[in-house]
């Protein structure tokens, strides 16, 4: 597990580069992550990997520790919207919605999921400045989502009943067939 910062990784032309993405079974994904306390340019490459390793297609959401960063702080792209929160801690949360919910740490397996409707997230940028993020729909799941990954859990721990029994013989199946590590799709190589 890596605990401190990871530098970030620059292309030639001095932009920030995507990351890989961490694997369902790296331990990184089940620990909590820890606060930040100190706002400096690691923070702020930080941020500008995960805004950048988020924004490609057909990705919302992405915690640090899905990059192997312990940190508490998340990126989000729903909408045209991109941003992050560092520290966030949920507000509020509103009604009921369910809907098809993946993750990038455990690719191409989607499971019907129950999250409220609305959810509002309070942090701080990666200049230490207030921010509040809040939505519904698709910016209210992600909220919640990437919540759970600073807290050391992943989507499949809140299935139940036999949505939660397909995906773990789902898991199963898929981490057998490739001997104990989940394959990573050409889509997730960053």
């Given amino acids: 597990m890596t605990s401190g910062w990871a530098p970030a990784h620059f292309r030639q032309d001095g ?3 995507q990351r890989p993405i961490r694997l369902f079974g790296d331990p990184v994904l089940r620990t ?6 100190t706002f400096d340019e690691a923070l702020i490459s930080l941020a500008a990997d995960l805004e950048e390793t988020v924004a490609a297609p057909g990705r919302a959401g992405l915690a640090a520790n899905q990059i192997g960063v312990s940190r508490r702080v998340f990126a989000y792209y729903v909408d045209g919207q991109v941003g992050h929160l560092v520290n966030p801690v949920i507000e509020a ?6 809907d098809e919910e ?5 690719p191409e397996l989607w499971y019907p999921l129950r999250r409220a409707r609305y959810a509002r997230a309070r942090g701080v940028d990666r200049l230490g400045q207030p921010v509040v993020v809040e939505g519904e729909g698709l910016l209210a799941r992600c909220i919640q989502h990437e919540m759970d990954h600073l807290h050391g859990r992943l989507f499949i721990d809140r299935l ?3 949505v939660r029994k397909q995906a773990m013989r789902d898991l199963r199946e898929r981490y057998l067939s490739f001997g104990g590590a989940l394959a990573r799709p050409a889509l997730l190589v960053c």
């Fill in 32 to 37: 909590p992550c820890d606060a930040v306390g």
């Fill in 102 to 106: 993946g993750c990038l740490s455990i």
């Fill in 93 to 98: 949360v509103e009604g009921e919605q369910e």
């Fill in 15 to 17: 932009t920030v580069a």
């Fill in 160 to 162: 139940s009943g036999s």
